[in-house]
């Protein structure tokens, strides 16, 4: 099982508009969010909102079959996730259509 965590900016005034699209993604797209999940190899994915002196974080730990979920992802065309893709984008200005580079890990600590 492969470990990732990552974050991305939210605007100041952008974070309420997150925060719907997370309880969408939560509630009445959870079906589709995990159908999606299935698809590109991942098996846990949590959020954290983190203030910060600039505004708000979205922390993301994720766990996954392999390191191509970023590629997967982004080869990923179904309406679903297409429609996830243009919500980030219009709510964080992120394109998740290219791929990001994941964080390097620098410590995996376990009791």
């Known amino acids: 099982m492969k470990k990732?965590?990552?974050s991305f900016p939210i605007p100041i005034g952008k974070v309420n508009e997150w925060l719907a699209f997370a309880e969408e993604v939560n509630t009445t797209k959870n079906k589709e969010f995990t159908e999606m999940h299935a698809r590109v190899g991942v098996t846990k994915e949590s959020w954290y909102l983190q203030k910060t002196r600039a505004g708000y974080?979205?922390?993301i730990y994720t766990e996954a079959k392999s390191e191509k979920i970023v590629e997967n992802f982004k080869n990923d065309h179904t309406e679903f996730s297409n429609w996830f893709r243009n919500q980030v984008s219009k709510i964080q200005g992120i394109e998740l259509n290219?791929?990001?580079?994941?964080?390097?890990?620098?410590?995996?600590?376990?009791e």
Not at 98 to 110: A, G, H, S
């Open 4 to 6: 990732f965590a990552y």
């Open 57 to 59: 974080d979205v922390v």
């Open 98 to 110: 290219e791929i990001i580079e994941m964080p390097k890990l620098v410590l995996d600590w376990k």
